[in-house]
């Protein structure tokens, strides 16, 4: 019998996720696809949770997009960031390449300018990584 496992920090793209995580007021974290699926996420969210939030981003940014769209006649334009304010804090949707996106959520006491500087810089942390060709192991035997 085998388990899904719960997503962690570990996860393969998780890597990302963890210098955000280190910022103050930086509470959870996701990294989720464009159709809401979960590629990572911080611990603090169990699997149900996560995949709550991974739709959620989903659906945030297509009708951030949208609204965007309604404004300005402008077929698909390209956000930058969706920021949702609440009494709890802040949850923040960033596009992290092709088909992917980044969320955090923060207490409301967060450097919000701060936390979507460095999700940015995790973003292009993240394409540099998968843009780079998997490494192989040398087979080569050398005497």
Do not use: C, K
Request: proline share 6%; glycine share 6%; no cysteine.
């Amino acid at each position: 019998m085998t388990s899904t496992p719960s997503p962690t920090t570990t996860d393969e793209i998780s890597w990302v996720l963890t210098p955000l995580l280190e910022l103050p007021g930086v509470l959870h974290a996701v990294i989720a696809t464009g159709d809401g699926l979960v590629e990572g996420a911080s611990d603090g969210l169990d699997r149900a949770s996560a995949e709550r939030v991974a739709a959620m981003t989903a659906t945030v940014h297509a009708a951030a997009r949208a609204f965007t769209s309604a404004f300005t006649d402008t077929e698909r334009p390209r956000l930058a960031q969706t920021v949702v304010e609440s009494d709890l804090g802040y949850a923040v949707v960033v596009p992290a390449g092709e088909n992917t996106s980044l969320a955090v959520f923060t207490s409301p006491e967060a450097q919000l300018g701060n936390v979507a500087y460095q999700m940015q810089v995790q973003v292009a942390a993240l394409g540099r990584a998968l843009a780079s060709p998997t490494r192989q192991q040398d087979t080569t035997v050398r005497s």
